[in-house]
């Protein structure tokens, strides 16, 4: 009954939460309690995946065996399999992390030096004073930003065009460098990445893209509020206005969306955080209790641990 139960909320954490969550209007006010309470689906997902895939061959033994015939051959037959069905989820999890993190570093790597072999000294100069060091000014008569993840030792990119210089006053040009240093100092690529790899690692009858995006959209609207925290709601509104008109998709597709969150001050209350979180908590802490735990009282006993 465990891996029926569990497979059911595998499933559920798969497909339907993420749909549902992912249209959720209120998780823009509280964005970093609504990426943790995202975490968490995955997180309870792929546990809930594994228990199922545990639990099935004991299930199985269950309803086809009496209780003295669960010995032996059909004990070790049960346990071998359920070992090999977890562990092919886990390293397949596994292996897609590994193979995205390496490349992405190596990408990365690249992407940094020639940030820095085509960056405008010149140019670099208008904004070194304000975060030294990070800054570098590409030229491109579009206005955008970007930032490119550093690694130990080694320090991030902010990535601004000649355009965007030219285009925004100073306190927008500070929301925006505001903006991308968040993204560098909070890891948020890290975050990217393990959505990335869930999604890559699901089977396709299963696999949503709306847990990837919707966290995407989330941790630029955190980034945006550490811009308002130093800079304010209309410098950052305005640097986002500039780089929405001019049709630039790079800079985030949910641009809109953004501006619309800041022009309406939308900041979410601590109850509502509060209460993300423990929701977050309770994702995972509650069916280990009432069905893993008491799942193991009684199958531990059958391969000889108690």
Not at 101 to 130: I, Q, S
Not at 164 to 180: F, K, M
Not at 251 to 263: C, W
């Amino acid at each position: 009954m465990a891996s029926v139960w569990l497979t059911g909320i595998a499933l559920v954490l798969a497909g339907p939460v993420p749909a549902l969550l992912a249209r959720a209007r209120w998780t823009r006010s509280v964005p970093r309690a609504a990426i943790v309470l995202w975490q968490s689906v995955a997180v309870a997902a792929v546990l809930a995946a594994v228990g199922s895939a545990l639990a099935a061959p004991e299930a199985l033994l269950r309803v086809f065996l009496h209780p003295e015939e669960r010995t032996g051959v059909a004990l070790a037959v049960a346990v071998g399999a359920a070992a090999v069905l977890a562990g092919l989820i886990v390293v397949r999890l596994v292996v897609v992390l590994v193979l995205l993190a390496v490349r992405t570093r190596v990408r990365r790597a690249r992407h940094r030096d020639m940030v820095d072999l085509l960056a405008r000294a010149d140019r670099g100069d208008a904004v070194g004073a304000l975060r030294a060091g990070t800054v570098r000014v590409l030229d491109g008569a579009v206005p955008f930003a970007y930032c490119v993840p550093g690694r130990v030792g080694r320090e991030g990119r902010v990535v601004l065009t000649g355009a965007a210089l030219d285009t925004l006053c100073p306190n927008e040009l500070r929301a925006v460098i505001a903006h991308e240093q968040a993204h560098l100092d909070a890891r948020h690529d890290l975050v990217r990445e393990g959505f990335t790899a869930l999604h890559k690692a699901f089977p396709v009858i299963v696999r949503s893209r709306e847990a990837r995006d919707t966290v995407a959209l989330l941790l630029e609207m955190l980034a945006d509020d550490a811009g308002r925290r130093r800079h304010g709601d209309a410098a950052m509104a305005g640097a986002l206005d500039a780089f929405a008109s001019t049709g630039r998709a790079g800079y985030g597709t949910d641009v809109v969306e953004r501006l619309e969150r800041i022009r309406s001050h939308v900041r979410g209350g601590r109850a509502l955080a509060v209460g993300t979180y423990l929701a977050a908590v309770a994702l995972v802490v509650v069916p280990t209790i009432t069905i893993v735990v008491p799942w193991l009282a009684d199958a531990l006993p059958v391969v000889g641990i108690r």
